[in-house]
């Protein structure tokens, strides 16, 4: 009794507007899609992931809406939709009228993004498709393995490009906020508005940027350099344990791989991942931020 995977868009809309929840890929990591006007459809949302409804939705708007409809954009988030949407990131504006409680959790912002991947669908809410604190997933089978018979179905469109997380950035007033480091760097967000962009410390604002989240079974040891976890590893499995290392040369496709290679240290039953940390800037920083929260617990 497993869900369908489909690769029929147009069947993936149909259950949408039935009021069903899919599996959806984007260009970042696969969501958890229902119909943004539809209470009942994002409550269940919820419910599969086990999230709490204080941690609010990102609805996901098609290339062709106009986003003004949905949130009240300053001019910085005005420049940075041009230039970025289609695209991963998302933007926390404050919202409009249209935008339901069920959706932002009763807040008076609403977070809102264009993705660009070619099959994403319309005004539709889209958390990752994953259980709440664990590891978000790049492909149908992810999807699968994670929320299984929850969904009505899953759309299978490959592997995610990009592979982490949507970059969020808070645009309320004169203040841009960095909430979440993804693929758009806080260089190229600077470069669009010629303004400084803060980055929040401590206690954040945004619920779900917990520092406990996407979190393997595994235990994640950072380490700075490939000698480093070659002798990390010795040394663990000298006293029995299962070990693998996780290490790119290049950010892009460590990004890709990143989630893959977490979840299989898990399927594999390994004790100990070891990460490499990647150069701090461009999609480095997302990774090493993903990579801080899969290590504290
Ligand atoms: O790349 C992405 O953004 C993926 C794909 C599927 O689009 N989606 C995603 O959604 O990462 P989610 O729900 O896993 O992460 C969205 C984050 C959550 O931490 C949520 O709490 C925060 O954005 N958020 C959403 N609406 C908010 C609001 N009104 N105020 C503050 N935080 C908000
Ligand atoms: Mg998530």
Redesign the pocket.
């Known amino acids: 009794n497993q869900p369908q995977i489909s690769t029929d868009v147009n069947e993936a809309a149909q259950v949408l507007l039935s009021g069903g929840i899919i599996g959806l890929p984007?260009e970042?990591?696969?969501?958890l899609a229902a119909c943004a006007l539809n209470q009942s459809a994002v409550s269940k949302v919820f419910a599969v992931k086990e999230r709490p409804t204080s941690?609010?939705?990102?609805v996901?708007l098609s290339p062709e809406e106009d986003f003004t409809k949905w949130g009240v954009f300053t001019s910085d988030a005005l420049r940075l939709a041009r230039a970025f949407w289609p695209g991963?990131l998302?933007l926390?504006v404050e919202r409009t009228k249209i935008v339901p409680d069920w959706v932002?959790g009763g807040?008076d912002?609403?977070?809102l993004?264009v993705?660009s991947h070619p099959v994403a669908i319309a005004l539709v809410v889209?958390?990752?498709a994953n259980k709440f604190g664990k590891v978000s997933p790049t492909t149908a089978q992810h999807v699968l393995d994670d929320l299984g018979v929850s969904v009505d179905l899953i759309l299978d469109g490959g592997s995610c490009e990009v592979g982490v997380?949507?970059t969020?950035v808070e645009c309320l007033g004169d203040s841009l906020v960095l909430l979440r480091p993804g693929a758009i760097s806080a260089e190229q967000i600077q470069d669009a508005v010629q303004a400084q962009l803060t980055t929040e410390q401590g206690v954040s604002r945004?619920?779900?940027?917990l520092v406990s989240h996407y979190t393997p079974d595994a235990d994640v040891v950072l380490v700075d350099s490939i000698e480093e976890a070659q002798r990390y590893k010795t040394k663990l499995e000298s006293e029995g344990g299962k070990v693998a290392i996780i290490s790119h040369r290049h950010v892009d496709e460590y990004a890709k791989k990143l989630y893959d290679e977490l979840r299989d240290a898990d399927n594999n039953a390994c004790s100990s991942v070891i990460a490499v940390m990647p150069q701090d800037s461009g999609l480095g920083t997302a990774i090493r931020d993903r990579l801080r929260k899969a290590a504290s617990r």
Request: charged share 10%; net charge positive; no cysteine.
């Open positions: 984007t970042t990591v696969y969501g941690h609010p939705l990102i996901h991963p998302t926390l932002t807040r912002t609403v977070a993004r993705p889209a958390p990752s997380e949507s969020i945004a619920p779900g940027m």
